[in-house]
């Protein structure tokens, strides 16, 4: 193969990238070094700094949020340096708070700022990848690994020297900042038509206005019946995805052995609620050098009458609001902790002394799940627990990493002994999916659950995996697909904002290997693209037919990005239809040409059918449509509201 090569102002796009990831890298690997002298600095427990630290994540996903409004309409050259002098900056601030409620907003700041910074350097980093027409993007994550490497070994130098965190974060920061300035003028920014600008003219949106028809075997001869679409074109459809698209689940798995670790009475809102968090342990012992276990978490109103709907999220794996003791037992506790720790160290008995209140076992805050939700509306959990439904949250991390790293770990790894996969095999995408369904055999044991009416739900990536699930295993009954863009409900065939050169290049793992050569222009095979595809977005959405399939996305001013596509995804839904109007369901109540159809307004949702779309004025998330989607399942399910 040959590869092209890159002009001298995309090689010093490449270089100024590059000196970004290792500035992140080095920030982030300074702060963790010193955490222990920022605790210390201020008599913090472990679970009070925790408490800080959870302000760090937050503020990273309120930045992510934020940096894809940016990124959208400065374009990611012009927010990167900001982003980079704003996260040094608000590095020195952890030492200078006095106490804990301080170190929480300093580090929310400092989280959001490097939230941004990770989205519009990954963004450029894209943008310069597909100037090179070839994969550099593990280069990138490389240099950020020598960051993280180069930061832990400052901190330690300067721990070692009796130097502060203060004195730390600032020499780190002023050389963040000198090196940042220094590379800024280098920064890549695509100019339109070159092969790193996304299109966001829509009258250059559709090189290849032909798609392959949903309803028309490989043979030419149309499907009229739904016995054709059953068991000739659908078959065709999904082989077609598995082999080029998402790769094939192997044909044997291990099996998955489901434990339930802790079984509590909790309330959500003012509903009564049993949570179980469970552990999927796959069965290792075809190389037993790699452990996977997957975290799962069901909750079901505790006076349910009978089994109920489930809504299986992509999230973190987490008990709503676990059952604290009552205040005489924490006091107890309390105690008997402390005596045990003055025991150990009787230093300590001095410190209790002057801290008397002082708590050892301070409980937390319960996690909040999805997107913040719209004003007046409580949590989706509540929303869906108040409705007489239950939910699961599956930890996709606990199956499958999210990064090429991990292909030789996780469940694609335990399949293949840590070996690289081959070029049909599965990508996380699909591996997230199969973890899904194993949660759902779990289900079907489970007699609190309807395991007839159980919901895949996800956004952005994870709606992608969402779609995935919903469309390769049948016994999912409905979908709430969140702002999937690439590789989800948005047409590949589209040029317009996110690229197949983008999956191709940094989701490359999210794929089976044989995807990549369609985001190759200059290969042994020759050159490949979008048009070339066998199947397209409109082609994963039939598969889920006639099941309850809702395509959800926001609006980009708020966040959920044109580079979404959302008239591409919109007119992916609109093709679909045809297959469930075949099979005796309802589309969206439009016509099926997906050259003339338009979105409708923002808030206008087509909701009578078991094929859905609603477009609502918040962000990056599908919290804002979550009611709708249960009023729409309830009415499709046939199911009454419960009284309240």
Same mark, same amino acid.
């Given at each position: 193969m040959t590869r092209p090569g890159a002009d001298r102002r995309t090689r010093r796009g490449r270089l100024a990238a590059s000196v970004l990831f290792l500035l992140y890298g080095t920030m982030l690997g300074t702060w963790t070094s010193r955490i222990p002298a920022v605790k210390q600095r201020l008599g913090l427990s472990d679970g009070r700094l925790s408490v800080g630290l959870l302000a760090f994540a937050a503020g990273a996903i309120l930045g992510m949020q934020l940096a894809g409004r940016l990124v959208d309409r400065y374009g990611s050259a012009v927010v990167m340096t900001p982003a980079a002098v704003l996260d040094a900056l608000l590095l020195m601030t952890p030492a200078q708070v006095p106490d804990l409620a301080w170190l929480a907003v300093a580090l929310l700041a400092f989280g959001a700022a490097h939230?941004?910074?990770? &989205?519009?350097?990954?963004?450029? *980093?894209?943008?310069?990848?597909?100037?090179?027409?070839?994969? +550099?993007?593990?280069?990138?994550?490389?240099?950020?690994?020598v960051g993280g490497f180069l930061g832990a070994a400052v901190g330690g130098l300067f721990a070692s020297a009796d130097l502060g965190p203060g004195t730390t974060f600032a020499a780190v920061a002023a050389a963040v900042v000198a090196c940042a300035a220094v590379v800024r003028p280098w920064h890549f920014r695509a100019a339109a038509g070159e092969p790193g600008a996304a299109n966001y003219d829509p009258a250059l949106a559709n090189p290849f206005p032909d798609w392959p028809d949903v309803l028309t075997l490989k043979d030419g001869r149309k499907v009229t019946t739904a016995d054709q679409w059953w068991q000739k074109r659908r078959?065709? +459809? *999904?082989?077609?995805?598995?082999?080029?698209?998402?790769?094939? &689940?192997?044909?044997?798995?291990?099996?998955?052995?489901?434990? !339930?670790?802790?079984t509590d009475n909790e309330f959500i809102g003012f509903t009564p609620v049993v949570a179980k968090q469970l552990v999927g342990h796959v069965d290792n012992s075809i190389y037993p050098l790699i452990d996977v276990n997957i975290q799962m978490t069901l909750v079901v109103p505790a006076r349910a009458k009978g089994p109920v709907p !489930?809504?299986?999220?992509?999230?973190?794996?987490a008990l709503p609001a676990p059952a604290q003791p009552p205040q005489e037992e924490l006091d107890k506790i309390n105690a008997a902790v402390k005596a045990l720790l003055i025991e150990?160290?009787? #230093?300590?008995?001095?410190?209790?002394?002057?801290?008397?209140?002082?708590? !050892?076992?301070? #409980?937390?805050?319960?996690? &909040?799940?999805?997107?913040r939700p719209p004003a007046g509306d409580p949590p989706s959990t509540q929303q869906l627990i108040a409705d007489g439904w239950g939910y699961v949250l599956i930890d996709p991390a606990s199956i499958?990493?999210?990064?090429?790293?991990?292909?030789?770990?996780?469940? +694609?790894g335990l399949v293949n002994k840590g070996q690289p996969r081959k070029p049909e095999d599965w990508g996380a995408l699909r591996a997230w999916s199969w973890g899904a369904a194993r949660a759902l055999d779990y289900l079907e044991t489970d007699p609190a659950v309807d395991a007839k009416h159980v919901g895949i739900e996800g956004v952005s990536r994870y709606g992608k995996a969402a779609l995935v699930t919903l469309a390769f295993e049948?016994?999912?009954?409905?979908?709430?697909?969140? #702002? #999937?863009?690439?590789? $989800?409900?948005?047409?590949?065939?589209?040029?317009?904002?996110?690229?197949?050169?983008?999956?191709?290049? $940094?989701?490359?793992?999210?794929?089976?290997?044989?995807?990549?050569?369609?985001?190759?222009?200059d290969a042994a095979f020759g050159s490949k693209n979008p048009g070339d595809l066998p199947v397209d977005a409109h082609d994963l959405i039939a598969l889920c037919a006639p099941r309850l399939t809702f395509i959800s996305y926001g609006v980009p001013e708020q966040g959920d990005a044109h580079w979404l596509d959302h008239q591409g995804s919109y007119m992916a839904t609109i093709a679909a239809?045809? !297959?469930?109007?075949?099979?005796?369901?309802?589309?969206?109540?439009?016509?099926?040409?997906?050259?003339?159809?338009?979105?409708?307004? &923002?808030?206008?949702?087509?909701?009578?059918?078991?094929? *859905?779309?609603?477009?609502?004025? $918040?962000?990056h998330t599908d919290e804002p449509n979550r009611k709708y989607f249960i009023q729409w399942a309830d009415k499709l399910l046939g199911r009454a509201q419960p009284a309240h």
């Amino acid at each position: 193969m040959t590869r092209p090569g890159a002009d001298r102002r995309t090689r010093r796009g490449r270089l100024a990238a590059s000196v970004l990831f290792l500035l992140y890298g080095t920030m982030l690997g300074t702060w963790t070094s010193r955490i222990p002298a920022v605790k210390q600095r201020l008599g913090l427990s472990d679970g009070r700094l925790s408490v800080g630290l959870l302000a760090f994540a937050a503020g990273a996903i309120l930045g992510m949020q934020l940096a894809g409004r940016l990124v959208d309409r400065y374009g990611s050259a012009v927010v990167m340096t900001p982003a980079a002098v704003l996260d040094a900056l608000l590095l020195m601030t952890p030492a200078q708070v006095p106490d804990l409620a301080w170190l929480a907003v300093a580090l929310l700041a400092f989280g959001a700022a490097h939230g941004t910074l990770n &989205v519009a350097m990954n963004a450029n *980093a894209l943008e310069v990848q597909r100037a090179y027409r070839r994969t +550099i993007i593990s280069s990138f994550h490389a240099v950020y690994s020598v960051g993280g490497f180069l930061g832990a070994a400052v901190g330690g130098l300067f721990a070692s020297a009796d130097l502060g965190p203060g004195t730390t974060f600032a020499a780190v920061a002023a050389a963040v900042v000198a090196c940042a300035a220094v590379v800024r003028p280098w920064h890549f920014r695509a100019a339109a038509g070159e092969p790193g600008a996304a299109n966001y003219d829509p009258a250059l949106a559709n090189p290849f206005p032909d798609w392959p028809d949903v309803l028309t075997l490989k043979d030419g001869r149309k499907v009229t019946t739904a016995d054709q679409w059953w068991q000739k074109r659908r078959p065709e +459809i *999904a082989e077609d995805f598995e082999r080029e698209v998402y790769g094939r &689940v192997p044909a044997q798995t291990p099996k998955v052995n489901w434990t !339930v670790t802790i079984t509590d009475n909790e309330f959500i809102g003012f509903t009564p609620v049993v949570a179980k968090q469970l552990v999927g342990h796959v069965d290792n012992s075809i190389y037993p050098l790699i452990d996977v276990n997957i975290q799962m978490t069901l909750v079901v109103p505790a006076r349910a009458k009978g089994p109920v709907p !489930v809504l299986m999220m992509f999230a973190r794996s987490a008990l709503p609001a676990p059952a604290q003791p009552p205040q005489e037992e924490l006091d107890k506790i309390n105690a008997a902790v402390k005596a045990l720790l003055i025991e150990k160290d009787p #230093s300590l008995k001095a410190i209790f002394d002057r801290y008397p209140a002082y708590s !050892v076992n301070a #409980s937390l805050p319960p996690p &909040v799940f999805g997107g913040r939700p719209p004003a007046g509306d409580p949590p989706s959990t509540q929303q869906l627990i108040a409705d007489g439904w239950g939910y699961v949250l599956i930890d996709p991390a606990s199956i499958q990493a999210d990064n090429g790293a991990g292909l030789t770990r996780g469940i +694609i790894g335990l399949v293949n002994k840590g070996q690289p996969r081959k070029p049909e095999d599965w990508g996380a995408l699909r591996a997230w999916s199969w973890g899904a369904a194993r949660a759902l055999d779990y289900l079907e044991t489970d007699p609190a659950v309807d395991a007839k009416h159980v919901g895949i739900e996800g956004v952005s990536r994870y709606g992608k995996a969402a779609l995935v699930t919903l469309a390769f295993e049948p016994r999912f009954a409905m979908g709430l697909i969140g #702002s #999937s863009g690439e590789g $989800g409900a948005k047409l590949s065939r589209r040029n317009f904002g996110e690229a197949v050169e983008n999956l191709t290049g $940094g989701g490359y793992y999210w794929m089976a290997g044989n995807f990549l050569k369609y985001g190759a222009s200059d290969a042994a095979f020759g050159s490949k693209n979008p048009g070339d595809l066998p199947v397209d977005a409109h082609d994963l959405i039939a598969l889920c037919a006639p099941r309850l399939t809702f395509i959800s996305y926001g609006v980009p001013e708020q966040g959920d990005a044109h580079w979404l596509d959302h008239q591409g995804s919109y007119m992916a839904t609109i093709a679909a239809g045809s !297959v469930f109007k075949l099979l005796g369901a309802k589309d969206l109540g439009v016509s099926n040409d997906y050259r003339t159809e338009r979105m409708p307004p &923002v808030n206008t949702g087509l909701l009578n059918g078991q094929l *859905a779309w609603r477009q609502h004025d $918040g962000g990056h998330t599908d919290e804002p449509n979550r009611k709708y989607f249960i009023q729409w399942a309830d009415k499709l399910l046939g199911r009454a509201q419960p009284a309240h």
